[in-house]
């Protein structure tokens, strides 16, 4: 079985501060793996994703991930945070040639960017 | 405009008043799901389809069911609602080709009373 586990229920951070939020997971085989946003009141955007390939992915609006087999981490980064970023940040995956498509989430990271 | 539709986005209802919340996709997806949101558990898997008439429970089934009948539709049912039912609800779809491309939908915000 696979699962998730976002370590930080929430993450206050100045403005203009940088920020990571984490995500580890746990899977016998290989996975996708997600990062999604939901801004107040608003449904799921996908800020970026892995499939294979360079390790570091860049998402929109300034966000970046990396992916480490090793440690089994896809840790989210961003280099300067706006207002605008205060929103919920979920990790996901998707295990490779899985029948049920199944995307497990993380309980999610709020992210409260402060003036 | 490819995307997945829900409806309504928000409904309170009362306790045993069956419902339904509609999904549509217009992608010709062959997969579809259905996920609730709840404060801390982040998303879990209702129900989900790999084709019409081909369905299947996911982590947490009990007290929904779905249909698809149409390619296009996943409609989720509450047949007898109850107050632990209240929860964001999303819908969402993906081509078998590619499974990584999910769409959700915006979402809709189920009250229980």
């Known amino acids: 079985a696979q699962s998730v586990t976002q370590l930080d229920s929430q993450v206050p951070v100045f403005e203009e501060a940088p920020v990571e939020l984490r995500c580890n997971y746990s899977s016998s085989v290989s996975v996708y793996l997600f990062w999604y946003v939901q801004y107040p009141n608003q449904g799921l955007q996908l800020l970026l994703k892995?499939?294979?390939?360079?390790?570091l992915v860049k998402g929109i609006n300034g966000f970046e991930a990396e992916f480490n087999k090793s440690q089994t981490s896809f840790h989210l980064r961003k280099p300067s945070v706006h207002i605008s970023d205060t929103a919920e940040y979920f990790c996901a995956v998707l295990p490779y040639g899985d029948s049920s498509y199944k995307l497990i989430f993380g309980s999610g990271t709020r992210l409260l960017v402060r003036p | 405009e490819a995307q997945v539709t829900q409806n309504p986005r928000y409904l309170i209802t009362v306790t045993g008043k069956k419902l339904t919340v509609t999904c549509s996709q217009n992608m010709n997806h062959e997969y579809m799901s259905w996920y609730r949101q709840d404060p801390g558990l982040g998303l879990r898997q209702i129900y989900y389809s790999m084709n019409v008439e081909v369905t299947d429970k996911g982590d947490v089934p009990e007290g929904y069911k779905v249909s698809r009948k149409e390619k296009r539709n996943f409609p989720l049912i509450l047949e007898s609602p109850s107050p632990n039912q209240t929860s964001l609800y999303f819908c969402a779809s993906s081509s078998r080709d590619r499974p990584y491309g999910y769409t959700f939908g915006s979402g809709t915000r189920l009250t229980v009373v």
């Open positions: 892995y499939l294979s390939g360079s390790t």
